[in-house]
């Protein structure tokens, strides 16, 4: 039983990570109430008929979660471990319950079960401290943390996944420190798999650690002497940090290796870009597009490259609305989209439906901002403007508290 | 040389590039007097050694001659002036095309590490005093009218520390009478905190280099209040211009909303422009994203450099001409009235040249006198001219042609090998040294000579310079709003010695008037709220008009 809960988490997170890029709920066929809602009514069913039924508390226990309902969620799981006290997915479940209720009293009872009942389960260690990430249960995800850590000795190759999915959590959590560490533990249990060394080196760049993060994929780039793909990520990463005669120098050896991949391609068109030789961008970044048709980042790239041009402003928005189609949550299309029917096109309205899904996507996106009020001013909608004001001035006052002298 | 003679210019597009005529602008090199702009260079790298350079052109011995001041840096980290290679000089212009070093008997050797300079006869007694910005320390010299000046810093209020912030550094300034009491108030730039002892430690390629901007705080900019009997107020706070955290790096005066108050735009390294509304009662309202100049199209703060204010289309709004990092273009915002903006660096042409340089100090002027203004900027990069980069840290100047419809052109190839010459250059004033009409550029360089350009270009148009003495505005004149009508059309100017970067320009007003001999009507809205209206000025002279 322990470990059908065990892998029962391990499903349900990663079916819960794919629900999370794809949240519409499918109607049923039958009544048009939804599968969650019919599956919903079918626990509860079960539920007034067998009150203690394990697997029915368990499944109506992971439905109030997804739901947000954790009150709910966690009556459920406290009567699951009433019944089943020593079953360490159900505590880790009510972990979930505690972060989601700010209950850090609930949390810290809860990991401590975990900990009893499954001091060296790394997959469940994992699971709570994902949880815990981020939140303001400082000490328990702290202690959690550790836990995690200090099971890496004794890992085999296997458990750089976890870790690695350790780090993801931190990093998206805004915790790069715990990330870091998480990543490079990836790296040392699983040397051997080209992605745990692409994620710590981008992190440490994001964080401003450029050299650090070089070395990294200098390091990734001698472990995996034939791969193209180490190559045009290492590329990337020198090109984003400004060292562009690096940057060519990997583009060219990736090249070597396979000069028709769409990575090696799009690279260059990115290096052209930076050197502002945009015709030359504009060639190559539309044969990487060809190769590669549903690479949202290319069409990006090559949207950016036409947007350059006096003429270029329409193939701009066909590749912008391409890469969109393609990755319809980068904030950052949707702004060169609404930059060009604005600039460009003096299509104010259009412009502003670009525009409002950049700032929904990415609030700090403070140009969005800017232009979005701009547009509800030409059109003549100074009500609207005024309120896109008040937004942005949240985030300014949101900044200046951050960069107040301490 | 034929005053009619034009020159072809590349309308410049990748896809399709269009060619047009225009009068052509040209430079050529005239002596200047000996002076190296000292940054006190170090193994380890300090900041404020990247930003030295202000120069201003100000007849400060009412002779009619524009002389020279230039501010100098000092030793690092120790802030002094520990000999002459670092002194502030003042050089008298001759009127023949040469100039004495006055600094000795002026007093104006200065202390410290200065930054930037601005002129204006605070105490209108006749004569334009000057007052200097520096890395924690800035000087307020009084001009005696007798060729010497006196530091009045401390008896004016401006030798204080901030109480929440410490001592600024302090990289420009202007004068305006933001309250229009014909008094110049004072308005100092001020970059971020810094203190050598904490200074960050950077590098690029495995070289000691520059820090960026993001290594260190903002700061709020300064305004002082004139009281009338020498010392100044700092009402920064009751003004509503501390609210405003930045990292400040040049400002320019205008009436960007066309109320009849003067306005403010402050260029922000890495964070976004500030433009400050007059509120008409003493305070200001930032207000630059609901106006579109906050950020560029490009979606980021920029690196903002220098700015100036003036009207590139004869519309009678003052638009804005900003200079950024390599790679950011060096952004034009139109004034569309009512200080909303749009930019139109892409469609006037100004982005493609100017990516690949970094600006400093910049002018809009109509330098080929045909009645439209165009843009000129000096360029270096930041970083260091010893290491990594050293290849491409210095730069050549670049100067945009206006052709009409707010179109430009880059004519640096055709302006002379004067200009092509490449150097890491920081500040920049404008103004016409001999008096011949058009407009010459006095610029410095890191660790490098003060140079003048002198303006030669070739066109006969006509011209007019236009010298105001205000009575009951202040005496300078600043804020004045000036329009002019020639058969040509109608242009518009206005009295302000800001603009560019660290420097302080020509208290003249110019217009170019092309092929016409005589203005029909000048228009001179003085801050005082008087209107003057003169009639039939003829071209070709420089005219002072006294607010009646």
Redesign the interface.
Known sequence: MKLRIALALALAWLAATDASSQPQLVPSSQNGQTKPEAENDRLRQVLEREPNNKEALFRLGRLMIEEGDFASAGSLFQKYVLISPEEPGAWAYLVRCAVGQHDSGGAAGAQRQIERLAPANLALHTQAACWLAGSAISEVTRSEFELVMSLAPHQTSSGGLWYSRLGQCYEHAQEPNRATRAFQAAIDLDPDTEGHYFRLAHLLAREGMVGRASEIMTSAVAHFPHSVTTRVEAGSLELEAGNLERALELQHQAADIDPQFPGVLSLLGRIQLAQRRYPEAIDTLEQAARLAPADAGIHFYAGQAWMKTEQGTERALDHFKRSLELDPDRASTYYWLGSLYFHRNHEYRVAVRYLEQAVDRAPELEAAHQMLIQAYKRLGEDATAARQLQRYQEIVQQRAKVEAPK | MTGLRLVPVVVL????AATTTVDPIQFEDCPAPRFVTRTGRTARKYLPQTMAGGVAVFDYNNDGLLDIYVVNGATMPGLVKDGPQYSDRLFRNNGDGTFTDVTETSGLAGHGFNIGVAFGDYDNDGFEDIFVAGVHRDTLYHNNGDGTFTDVTERAGLARPDP??GKFWAVGAMWLDYNRDGLLDLFVVNYV?WDPKTEPVC?K?GLPDFCYPRAY??VPNSLFHNNGDGTFTDVSAASGIRQS?GKGMAVTAADFDGDGWPDLFVSNDTL?NSLFLNQRNGTFKEA???N?V????????ISGMGVDAGDIDNDGRPDIFETALQ?ETMPLFRNLGQA?F??IT??SGLA?AS??KTGWSNGIYDFNNNGRKDLFAVCGHVMDSEGSLHATVPQSNIIFANLGDRKFADVTAAAGVALARRGVHRGAAFGDLDNDGRIDVVFTELDGPLRILRNVSPAANHWLLIRTIGTKSNRDGIGTRIRLVTEDGVQYNAVNTSGGYASSSDVRVHFGLGRRTLVQELELFWPSGKLQVLKKVKADQVLTVREP
């Open positions: 597009g990748l896809m399709a929440q912030y905190l590098e390629g705080t903002g955290i976004p630059a994203v609901e579109g906050a950020f560029t199209e490009n979606g980021a703060a790679n909303g749009e930019e892409f469609a493609h990516l690949a």
